[in-house]
């Protein structure tokens, strides 16, 4: 049971706009940066989202990430197929003194 | 370019140790805060633990399932990283990466098997 909170699967026809939420608790997300990540298959995970909205240089701007009270959410508009991966988010826990992962979100271009 | 390399990761029996190293290069490695995190087969990824840099007290935080088990630290004058695992369990089998705030490496394979 992973502290952050992902749907396990998401879906979208290319061209659409698909959110994937992470939802987690005051100790967490409502109190520090939420990350996210992007794992293609068979590859490392690659960071897509930092200090919640902020996109590395090379992120296409597809991909926003935005946070509220102790929600987070991932938006990718104008899905490709070579988006299909795993997405997990990431918050450092204070409760914890730890840094918490979402189970990921299985993201399928149909 | 930011590179990190993970090294020594291989088949270990239960109870039994194993260092692995994460080598640095591309970036400032003493002025990082340095993590580890690992995927087993087939499931999400977990955090390990971290160290901060010199100036901060090169200070460490572990997950509950290694404390006291795997201990992290850092060689700034090599640009490396590492994770002395001890008293390995079957649960431990993993890739384990290593991370920066804003990159990862490749993973080394840890399996732990008798």
């Known amino acids: ?110 | 370019e930011v590179q990190l390399v993970e090294s020594g990761g291989g088949l270990a029996k239960p109870g039994e140790s194993l260092r692995l190293s994460c080598a640095a290069s591309g970036f400032t490695f003493s002025g990082a805060w340095m993590t580890w995190v690992r995927q087993a087969p087939g499931k999400g990824l977990e955090w390990v633990g971290r160290i901060k840099r010199r100036i901060d007290g090169e200070t460490t935080d572990y997950a509950a399932p290694v404390k006291g088990r795997f201990i992290i630290s850092r060689d700034d004058s090599k640009n490396t990283l590492y994770l002395q695992m001890i008293s390995l369990k079957t649960d431990d089998t993993a890739v384990y990466y290593c991370a920066t705030e804003g990159d990862w490496g490749q993973g080394t394979l840890v399996t732990v098997s008798s």
Do not use: M
Request: glycine share 12%; hydrophobic share 25%.
């Open chain 1, 1 to 110: 049971q992973s502290v952050l909170t992902q749907p396990p699967s998401a879906s979208g026809t290319p061209g659409q706009r698909v959110t994937i939420s992470c939802s987690g608790s005051s100790s967490n997300i409502g109190s520090n940066y939420v990350y996210w990540h992007q794992q293609l298959p068979g590859t490392a995970p690659k960071l897509l989202i930092y200090r919640n909205n902020q996109r590395p240089s090379g992120v296409p701007d597809r991909f926003s990430g935005s946070k509220s009270g102790t929600s987070a959410s991932l938006a990718i508009s104008g899905l490709r197929s070579e988006d299909e991966a795993d997405y997990y988010c990431a918050a450092w826990d204070d409760s914890l003194s730890g840094q918490v992962f979402g189970g990921g979100t299985k993201l399928t271009v149909l």
